[in-house]
């Protein structure tokens, strides 16, 4: 029987690269972790690459309410509370097309993964924050989504992190004086599926602002965005 550690976290997008080394090292820390993935074989794979007694494995796609609510039910049932939700499923670094030539079709599929999905998850588990009067949500976003940075290149996935920083912020402003956190990391350019194998950062280099987020203490910032644990610029 596994044991029940007394922060409970839920990590999107979960089986492989950052979400992966998110896992694990939130698992290192002693906090009861739940990997998910929208392919099941894969997830569970992945979760036997563990072998931690405090990970468990649930399926999961953010862009379905069915799916989320599932997840829910499981994690209310098995754990009674949720903690930190670390929104990190992300799709289409979309850069074949540009601002001017999107097939919108293609965007609207991106924002509905990368926006409506943290967001839905969101509500979704709110109400298990608020009962322990505890919770750190952490989006992962990208240097993409700084305003200052648009270029009208990958227009789908910039413009969707743009719109997860905003539902941070006004996410945030909204939970004030409950004892959530929510904030945004960048977690650099990454050796991950999306990244290539040129990046100059591991996996678990990406993961350690993310996990450093998740872990902040009660007094610690909200509204924010973090790069390499160091404020950062909208």
Same mark, same amino acid.
């Given at each position: 029987?596994?044991?029940?550690?007394?922060?409970?976290?839920?990590?999107?997008?979960?089986?492989?690269?950052?979400?992966?080394?998110v896992?694990?090292?939130?698992a290192?820390?002693?906090i009861?972790?739940?990997?998910?993935?929208?392919?099941?074989?894969?997830?569970?794979?992945?979760?036997?690459?563990?072998?931690?007694?405090?990970?468990?494995?649930?399926?999961?796609?953010?862009?379905?309410?069915?799916?989320v609510?599932? +997840? %829910?039910e499981? /994690?209310?049932?098995?754990?009674? =509370?949720? @903690?930190?939700?670390?929104?990190? #499923?992300?799709?289409?670094?979309?850069?074949?097309?540009?601002?001017?030539?999107?097939?919108?079709?293609?965007?609207?599929?991106?924002?509905?993964?990368?926006?409506?999905g943290?967001w839905?998850?969101?509500?979704?588990?709110?109400?298990?924050?608020?009962?322990?009067?505890?919770?750190?949500?952490?989006?992962?976003?990208?240097?993409?989504?700084?305003?200052?940075a648009?270029?009208?290149e990958?227009?789908?996935?910039?413009?969707?992190?743009v719109?997860?920083?905003?539902?941070?912020?006004?996410?945030?402003?909204?939970?004030?004086?409950?004892?959530? +956190? %929510?904030?945004? /990391?960048?977690?650099?350019?990454? =050796?991950? @599926?999306?990244?290539?194998?040129? #990046?100059p950062?591991?996996?678990?280099?990406?993961?350690?602002?993310?996990?450093?987020?998740?872990?902040l203490?009660?007094?610690?910032?909200?509204?924010?965005?973090?790069?390499?644990?160091?404020?950062i610029?909208?």
């Open positions: 029987m596994k044991t029940i550690a007394n922060k409970v976290a839920l990590v999107t997008g979960s089986n492989r690269g950052i979400g992966f080394a896992v694990k090292g939130l290192e820390q002693g009861t972790v739940v990997l998910t993935s929208r392919n099941e074989k894969d997830g569970r794979a992945a979760l036997d690459q563990l072998d931690d007694s405090n990970v468990y494995y649930h399926p999961l796609d953010v862009t379905s309410t069915e799916s609510q599932k +997840l %829910v499981y /994690v209310t049932k098995t754990f009674g =509370r949720l @903690d930190i939700l670390i929104n990190n #499923a992300g799709i289409n670094y979309d850069t074949w097309q540009n601002v001017s030539d999107a097939d919108l079709e293609n965007v609207q599929e991106t924002l509905n993964t990368n926006v409506l943290p839905r998850m969101s509500q979704a588990f709110l109400s298990l924050m608020q009962r322990n009067h505890f919770g750190r949500i952490v989006n992962v976003s990208s240097s993409s989504g700084e305003l200052a648009l270029s009208g990958t227009p789908g996935y910039s413009i969707s992190k719109a997860l920083n905003a539902l941070t912020i006004s996410l945030a402003r909204h939970l004030q004086n409950k004892n959530i +956190l %929510v904030n945004a /990391v960048c977690p650099g350019w990454v =050796r991950t @599926d999306m990244g290539g194998a040129g #990046a950062k591991s996996p678990e280099e990406g993961a350690a602002t993310i996990i450093w987020a998740a872990l203490p009660d007094n610690g910032p909200t509204a924010k965005f973090f790069r390499d644990k160091s404020e610029a909208w």
